[in-house]
């Protein structure tokens, strides 16, 4: 079970290093001026865009996530689950609607005989909270 | 982290470097066991953070006219600055690896302490923000006491501000530890193409609190 070490590691040298580090500078210099635009609602997800294009750069090159897929796997699992936290809850957050009087329902009888637009004890047709009888 | 160091005498008749723990097979078992692990902390890290980007998401879309208002106290040149210094410490940071990896022990040492200057320029920038944002009041939650506003909610943004770089500068500063131990062992000769995974672990997580930064700099200070 020898496999030599410089095959499953590929070195990277600095020359490709140091292009990654200029595209990183020249990609901060465009998301500065790119905040002196108006797009908009687009704003934060020009600056996002941007940022994940950075992000990506660091992972491949100087994390050496693209040698090294298992580990990729690891880190963009997280990132998925991220995803899902964020996402979902800014449905939450879109979807909203004020408490006004005009969006509210009309109160609706759960059952006959229940009373109006109380929750209930289906069982009893007692009000919630109080002792089962 | 593989942070025993067993004597050379105790696993020489192996014909390996000291530094392979007994419980691993082979020196390349042993370094992608550390990386897999460092991985896993990555993604706890992401998700450490995650929690305040989304309450920094909700706040923002319930209040953007007091983030909006708010980010013009921030100094913009400042912000990239440091954004700058950060790029570049994870490019000193990389060649520092490669340099282990090509067992090259003076450029290691010499790029190890560039990273380490890199994050001292940072966390000095960080000192002189927070110290005129206290000046100016601009504090989280109850202690904001800025004057003369004229968009309400701003301590919103500056609770965000604080928890999120705050949060950002101790994990600079657990680098900037982590660093440090690495030159330590860097002198005493530790480090080979044989034996680096601690170089490339600390990279791993000096280069997350970069990727971090990535996305603290527009969301901070850029929003529009």
Known sequence: MSHVNEHAHPITGPKTYALVLLALLILTVITVQASYFDFGAWNTVVALLIASAKGSLVALYFMHLRHDKFNAVIFVGGLLFLAIFLIWTLFDIATRQPVLPSNLKAPVQEFPGAPLGGPVRPSTGQPRGMPAQ | ?224
Not at chain 2, 78 to 94: D, E, P, R, W
């Open chain 2, 1 to 224: 982290m593989s942070t025993a160091m067993p004597s050379a005498h105790a696993h020489a008749e192996h014909g390996h470097t000291p530094f392979l723990q007994h419980h691993f097979r082979e020196m390349s078992q042993q370094f992608d066991a550390a990386k897999i692990g460092m991985w896993l902390f990555l993604v706890t890290e992401v998700l450490l953070f995650g929690g305040l980007f989304v309450g920094y998401g909700i706040m923002h879309a319930r209040h953007p006219e007091a983030f909006v208002a708010a980010h013009h106290h921030l100094d913009k040149t400042l912000g990239a600055l440091n954004t700058v210094v950060l790029l570049v410490s994870s490019f000193t940071m990389v060649l520092s690896v490669w340099a282990a990896q090509t067992s090259r022990k003076k450029l290691l040492i010499l790029f190890l302490l560039l990273t380490l200057l890199c994050a001292g320029i940072f966390m000095v920038v960080k000192y002189f923000e927070y110290s005129h944002k206290f000046h100016e009041g601009l504090l989280p939650g109850k202690y904001y006491s800025h004057k003369g506003d004229t968009v309400p909610g701003q301590f919103m943004f500056f609770s965000f501000y604080f928890m999120m770089t705050g949060l950002h500068g101790i994990h600079v500063l657990l680098g900037m530890v982590a660093i440090a131990w690495l030159v330590f062992r860097a002198m005493k000769g530790h480090f080979s193409s044989e034996y680096y995974s601690p170089v490339e672990i600390t990279g791993l997580y000096w280069h997350l609190v970069d990727l971090i930064w990535i996305y603290l700099f527009p969301l901070m200070y850029l929003i529009s």
